[in-house]
């Protein structure tokens, strides 16, 4: 890339598991609802809006409700998601995040967040790197949900960047999709095999670093 001018990142799964929390939500819920919720299924609930986690997982359940009570059972599922994470601290932060975060600062790359949970700055506060990113985007603040691109760029253009040049890590197929509608050079964090399209992939944070991304 001859001009690094932003990077974008996705909150779960990037930053901070908070997978497993969601996890765990969607799952007491499916099983008061009568049927099993497996960590397959949850995979496909990944950067998906909290409305559509829903239809999926009433769709894997053959379960019919009304718009109301999609509200309810959504607001159950959120409520015990919250409860959770409140628990949540620094060390829950993923390996090599904290490195990469401040190389960026060290070479003046701003970067922001761009995440459709709603619940993103509430978790960056407790993780205590809120005050870390130039800017926040997330579920409060757009209209589309990933794969839409609109999360990244609205984040690009908070931080004044052309988004040629910007990169984003995400975690999530419907996030990958995103970047690449946002015209976005996309590092997959996970396995090709699973993840479709990026330009780059990583395993985890700890392998990636501002030289790797001019060099591409």
Not at 107 to 127: Q, R
Not at 145 to 159: I, S
Not at 191 to 213: C, F, P, Q, W
């Amino acid at each position: 890339m001859s001009k690094l001018e932003a990077v974008l990142f996705d909150l779960d799964g990037v930053i901070v598991d908070t997978a497993k929390h969601h996890y765990r939500a969607w799952k007491e819920l499916a099983n008061e609802l009568g049927f099993d919720f497996t960590e397959e299924d949850n995979e496909r609930l990944k950067g998906v809006s909290r409305v559509e986690s829903l239809n999926i997982l009433l769709e894997i359940g053959q379960v019919e409700k009304t718009e109301k009570e999609k509200e309810e059972l959504a607001a159950r599922k959120n409520q015990r998601y919250v409860e959770a994470i409140s628990t949540m601290d620094e060390s829950e932060i993923l390996p090599g995040v904290i490195d990469f975060l401040q190389e960026l600062k060290n070479e003046n790359v701003p970067f922001a967040l761009g995440s459709a949970s709603k619940n993103a700055p509430a978790i960056l506060k407790h993780i205590k790197l809120f005050d870390a990113f130039d800017a926040i985007v997330d579920g409060n603040s757009i209209a589309k949900a990933k794969p839409d691109p609109e999360v990244f760029l609205q984040g690009a253009d908070k931080l004044g960047a052309n988004y040629e040049n910007c990169v984003v890590f995400e975690d999530a197929q419907s996030g990958i999709e995103a970047g690449k509608a946002a015209g976005m050079y996309v590092v997959g964090v996970g396995s090709a095999d699973v993840l479709k399209g990026a330009d780059d992939y990583i395993t985890h944070m700890t392998e990636m670093n501002v030289e790797r991304i001019r060099r591409k």
